[in-house]
């Protein structure tokens, strides 16, 4: 069964943190890599971090140097973890596999993040 389950977003004032979790099953687990992907209001679905099987980390954009992802390979989870937010990080936050067909393959729900200024 094909499952992506994202969490821990919320409403949070410029300057605090939230940390993201994901569950996904093996099958979506066990790819090349895994990642958060931004969609902010009005805009594209837009990678912001992923993370390789071996641990090997990147970012994207306004995620550079600020965010934070990491992995449980015993669980299938992923993390992000978010500190100084900005009103920009706004929007919601799915994880999923890297690369990713947009408009073909399956996706989660995601997790809802509102920074307000």
């Known amino acids: 069964q094909v499952q992506l389950v994202e969490s821990g977003g919320g409403l949070v004032q410029a300057g605090g943190s939230l940390r993201l979790s994901c569950a996904a099953s093996?099958?979506?687990?066990?790819?090349?890599?895994m990642g958060w992907y931004h969609k902010a209001p009005g805009k594209q679905r837009e990678l912001v971090a992923l993370?390789?099987?071996?641990?090997?980390?990147n970012y994207f954009g306004s995620a550079m140097g600020r965010f934070s992802i990491s992995r449980d390979n015993a669980k299938n989870a992923v993390y992000l973890q978010m500190p100084s937010l900005k009103p920009e990080d706004t929007g919601v936050y799915y994880c999923?596999?890297?690369?990713?067909?947009?408009?073909?393959?399956?996706w989660g729900k995601g997790t809802p993040v509102n920074v307000s200024s």
């Open positions: 999923n596999k890297v690369p990713v067909r947009e408009d073909m393959d399956y």
């Open positions: 093996g099958s979506i687990f066990n790819s090349l890599a």
């Open positions: 993370i390789y099987k071996n641990g090997v980390t």
